[in-house]
């Protein structure tokens, strides 16, 4: 008989919040290879946007604090050189916060991809979260089953590691003192937080070294650009640098296209992500594992029909040049595309937490980079096709504004 | 009784080869909006590359004529405003040549995207084309089911459209005049080619303004980057600029990665393609089309399991350096990543022609642009896949290679 | 910021559980439309299968008791004529039981299609739940990931209804007084059971009239005959019978293959339903709703490559024989076939719980009915295809048998 | 350069066409394991049917011909034990007819699934394939991608294994002597055919003792039932029963459901057949090789949208009876149930040419076999899910009907 006695649950381990990576952060506790264990993320953010129908919280967000990690987790006999192998079982919103949400930065306070074209000024959308899909009574006609996964997950750098990076990252940014937004971020204590027990060296060594969790690195790290290859059923080898691998994971999605458009672009939510992991000894060479590699899940929203945008790397601003085979102009000029068609029909703030594929397409005809974008038809609840008669608009209301009621 | 009568084959048009896009050459044909029709086309190079062992044509091959089209044909009805809308409905090889190549140009005649990091000598693969599948004798153990299209596609320019291009790329290639490759390529009449009778002035106004084939544009154009969303079963939406369309084809592909990884990066075919077509009267302003957009085909070939590498925009020639978002320095960087893998196996030039599927990641988490490279494991008769011990070598043998025996 | 002012849980409803279909079943909750709610539901059984290595349990199991339907759940403003709109937006197992299992019946005590052919001793595997992953220790090597679905879903019949059928399967049943196993389950106060306080009168009727639950019928009923088509995502569309609609659920399965091939073929599980339901007022006219149709979801686990098994209305107990048209046989045939070749592999008990798809082939090609069989080969750890050296025998060690040892 | 000489053409195989299967009909041409080659093929009734606007050739069709088959290929070194893998290459109409039809036959001439049920009378519709699509004047706003794929193929049997087939079929025919329509077909050597210079004594032997090609076997053989399958990308592994395997196809399609419900439900075409094989040697016992086993194409017309009608073995002739767990009469419940739903939109022969997918539902839950049959929406013009406000009737014309009229 079904008895208490043989219903175990998977064991749901204490999440550590950490927003710098570091080797000296200290695991939060340790798991065999093989065992199955739950981790409870809070959104990105730590929890600073609410369920509500103002973009106050947006615009005035602490970015200081971001992103937010569970972790680390040390894996049995993990040593330098082995391969962690990560399953992503399974990942869902908290069942008392059945909700995520989007944002639109204020350029003055996050930006995003196109903060300057548009010279944003906060907005959200609320996502309403029920079992496999999301809508919201921002964007209404949308419906959509998410690709849930990570936004950041990584295995911890070695000193050395840390040290390169530091190095290199260092050097871009004296190369481009005055520029804004920055292109790169150093340590920085300001904000640095550890949410465990430590020896105040230790901390201020975290501190003043610790890198941020803004790009993504050898060991993983912020991972918006891997997409549905971590979602729920994707297997993941990740290099090992320190001695139990220890693995944090944060910045929980339902839902993201290719690309975060407006800085914070997925469908960001808290809740909780279920793993497995094993080693492979000396996967590092065996592999030549320079950076992870993924097995995506079988499990996949389908959605056969898609209606492709392209864009090329000329005339961005409407300025008519001919950028030299850039192909994040081409992203934005596909993007400004397929933004100008779906404005015919009545949608703005969509495209970034729509499971879009963004496709790089030839970098080798000189002089235009070109890359495409595509949108399922099917998650909408009207026909988006190209018709002889046109395309019908609708209304179909307003994102979340800022108070002051600035757009 | 099915009777000669009442059998009619869908009408071939004589090719009517051209090597450059103009406003002045005249359409070959005229079709109906509604009727199927087919157009031979020559490979990209006009027959310069057989099917044999050595690497010789490649190394030899002729640049001055590439690419060559098949066209322009004019639609009825069809003027500048409106959208040209192309139903692909096949392609195929001629059935006297079922077979097609891959090659890697030399660094001083054609080059490539790796040209350089691997001083490259010409080399190539030859594949049997055995109905939807291809099998090289260079490259045994791979066996994949193409996505047929073509590799340039696209409705003639306008006198206004021409005049921006040139004017464009050429303040590009004045700010870049000692550039190795060059960074665009101005009109040249040498080589230039219209296979019409035209009196000596339009020949001469074609050869001296005709854009080159290289880039896409507006119009379409060169769509390496387009990859499967002209694949046969798809439908293009194409902005037309001057009466009747004009709308010119070629560059046939068996199959193409989705980044030309070694200039030639496809498999190059020669072939029959078949089209329909219809105006939408407008088209441009109703769909907001600033270029062509795409509805992708429901055929496709489903590879489902895939090994997914990912590249950063850091340390491109193991120079460890920081680049500052620049993505396809990650696609390079996810290219090399794939490629040491399979080199762990044995493998080497296949990645360009197979149906490798790249996307676009973060380009806003400064300073890493990321891009992901998925390879399909079914394409290979045994199995790739990480394993815990390790990957098994095997010897692959060798692309065609130089008569001289330089690699 | 988020609060728990501004987060709160979609309802869990109280069970209800029932084991017939009656009119006269009280709803045991009222939802309203466009409201999202979830539903606990007991295994088909009610509890009585372990967790653990004998399958006693399985051998001696109280058939009277199914199945166990949880509600029923009333819909605001659902009247018959009407459709019930259902969406089945999660299934998952209750946090603490992430685990479920597949049974083998013996010939004597549930049966199943092969009882006879194998004189079947009951024997079972115990399925670990990770995720979206299903594993079991009983049936190693083995890993996929579920399409997990309610086996049993439905609205109350009208007083009409419940007549028809009872007369017409007590038809049935008079014309085949003797057939074991019986041809239909009449009404059986044995065992009826309501979980609510009613009216002796009620409860008695309910008992005498109550239709059993083990046909589908045209108010949805036993599901195992839709499979993927109920699976999280999807969208069905019930004919409504009685004021309110009044659906049940319960048999909650966490895969399933396309037929029950042991009786009790699928993974059970018990755990939690979420749905959200709208209402179409004259649906059963408007879609000529004879019996429920179905969208199904577009989430699905993608196992592209598949190994087909076919059989033929011959031959079925080896006995040569010519069967006529009976795609029954055909279907054994093509188990029986996909049967023999797993097991020079190893497996055994597998098929039932795997994700198989099975298809009707002809059945007017006289006289020989078709049915295929298909099986994802993603799902084993190692090769299962067809190779010039024959297949290598593995031990995949023994499901959980009687504890008296007989097999 | 690409010259003649090395552009060399797969061989097309002279066809030799015949309509029994036989062992003593011999091979019309002989290949090598590993080399592609193509087989001509008529139309399955022989070119009785024309691309014309009446369906009086399908009333008067002469059925004693059919299926007409090309063949038999004997390849070198298959031996009685093998198993032959066959690559089926590529499939498509001749280029001269790019047409294909479907058919409803008369009761008395053919009949069909539901000929009884509709008291049919001759109509046909005639497609139009335009690459990978097919479309008709007969049925407007209608398009989608077929599934090309032979209706027939098999391996000769031998003698032991005719003689077999003779005897149990005989048996059952004995068994039910004045059945209308039969049950199955004896040898009949009215009408036998073999297209090849034969001693009297064997073409009068073929002719006595040939078995009909209407059922399939445990050679293949009819294969209406194997659908996509056998579609072109896929590979078969049938048994071998003579020296040389001697492998026949015939019945080309363009596109089939999964059932023929009109008899001659597909899209009907004559076309050419590309093969290559291969023979693994004792592969019968190797695999358990009781019948063919397939492994589908990765070539597949992906449809995600269904919408999906079930049907139970109850009340087939609206007489309210209950069946006995019968999947036929499940089957044509649940294709009714569509038809009565596709009727609400204006279509009616549709259903038997278009991609649709059957599945068995459960067989173990007496009384009640259910069957389900899923439509893909996407090859239809306009909507056709259900909407609140019910469906809108449109007039889609009328398929050819007979020239007197009669309907």
Not at 246 to 252: E, F, Q
Not at 325 to 351: C, P, R, S, W
Request: with cysteine; charged share 20%; glycine share 10%.
């Amino acid at each position: 008989m079904a008895t208490e006695a043989n219903s175990v649950p998977h064991p749901t381990l204490i999440s550590g919040i950490h927003n710098r990576w570091h080797p000296d952060i200290p695991p939060i506790a340790t798991v065999k290879p093989g065992q199955t264990f739950k981790i409870e993320c809070v959104d990105w953010t730590g929890a600073q946007i609410g369920n509500n129908d103002t973009s106050d919280d947006v615009k005035n967000v602490d970015l200081t604090k971001v992103h937010n990690l569970s972790g680390p987790i040390a894996v049995e006999g993990a040593e330098p050189g082995d391969c962690l192998v990560v399953d992503i079982l399974d990942i869902k919103p908290f069942d008392k916060m059945p909700w995520g949400y989007t944002g639109i930065f204020e350029l003055e306070n996050g930006g995003g991809l196109f903060a300057r074209e548009f010279n944003s000024k906060a907005a959200k959308a609320i996502w309403d979260i029920n079992g496999v899909y999301a809508t919201s009574r921002h964007i209404p006609g949308v419906r959509f089953a998410g690709v849930t996964h990570p936004g950041l997950i990584g295995t911890a750098p070695s000193v050395e590691l840390l040290s390169t990076w530091n190095k290199r990252e260092g050097e871009l940014i004296a190369a481009h003192v005055n520029s804004v937004p920055p292109v790169a971020f150093p340590p920085e204590p300001i904000g640095a937080y550890v949410g465990q027990a430590l020896p105040s060296d230790v901390r201020e060594r975290i501190a003043r070294e610790g890198a941020r969790t803004i790009p993504g690195r050898e060991h993983g790290g912020n991972c918006d650009r891997l997409i549905d290859f971590l979602r729920r059923g994707s297997r993941c080898y990740f290099p090992v640098f320190v001695e139990g691998a220890n693995l944090s994971v944060g910045d929980l999605h339902f839902s993201q296209g290719d690309v975060s458009m407006s800085f914070c672009g997925a469908i960001e939510m808290a809740g909780i992500i279920t793993f497995s992991t094993s080693v492979i000894k000396g996967g590092v060479e065996k592999f030549a594992l320079k950076q992870p590699i993924f097995l995506p899940s079988p499990v996949d929203p389908m959605y056969s029909q898609k209606l492709v945008f392209e864009g090329l790397s000329v005339d961005i601003h409407g300025d008519g040049k001919q950028y030299n085979m850039d192909a994040t102009v081409a992203y934005k000029q596909a993007a400004l595309n397929a933004i100008a068609y779906l404005m015919k029909i009545g949608y703005n703030l969509l495209l970034s937490a729509a499971p879009v594929e963004s496709h790089v397409g030839a970098i080798v005809d000189s002089p235009n980079a070109c890359v495409t974008l595509a949108i399922p038809t099917g998650i909408f609840e009207h026909d988006i096709l190209p018709h002889p008669d046109g395309l019908a608009k609708k209304d179909f209301g307003q994102c979340a504004i800022r108070s002051d009621g600035v757009v």
